[in-house]
């Protein structure tokens, strides 16, 4: 059973960064690409950043470009988002997402990230 545990939300300053962490256990990790997505208030779930298997692979939305950076350790199956210059449209929950070669979709349960002005 896959299970995604995001860790490292919590309340910021703008201009702030955080840093957050996902473990991943239940699946052969490193042949998974991962993800990062978010859901504010309101708002549908959006696309934050994504990484492939190796790592040699990244992608972001253009709202953090420049400012997050996605990464990931395969040896500690875990993926991290980098968030740097916080924004308060930056306020969200956080969904770490795993895809698998044959495009099943795994999802945490969110850590809230909240950007105070």
């Known amino acids: 059973q896959v299970q995604l545990v995001e860790s490292g939300g919590g309340l910021v300053q703008a201009g702030g960064s955080l840093r957050l962490s996902c473990a991943a256990s239940?699946?052969?990790?490193?042949?998974?690409?991962m993800g990062w997505y978010r859901q504010a208030p309101g708002k549908q779930r959006e696309l934050v950043a994504t990484?492939?298997?190796?790592?040699?692979?990244?992608n972001y939305a253009d709202s953090v470009k420049g400012r997050f950076t996605i990464s990931r350790d395969n040896a500690k199956n875990t993926v991290y988002l980098q968030m740097n210059s916080l924004k308060p449209e930056d306020t969200a929950v956080y969904y770490c997402?795993?895809?698998?070669?044959?495009?099943?979709?795994?999802w945490g349960r969110g850590t809230q990230v909240t950007v105070s002005s």
């Open positions: 997402n795993m895809e698998t070669p044959r495009r099943w979709n795994y």
């Open positions: 239940g699946s052969i990790f490193s042949i998974n690409a």
């Open positions: 990484i492939s298997s190796g790592g040699s692979s990244t």
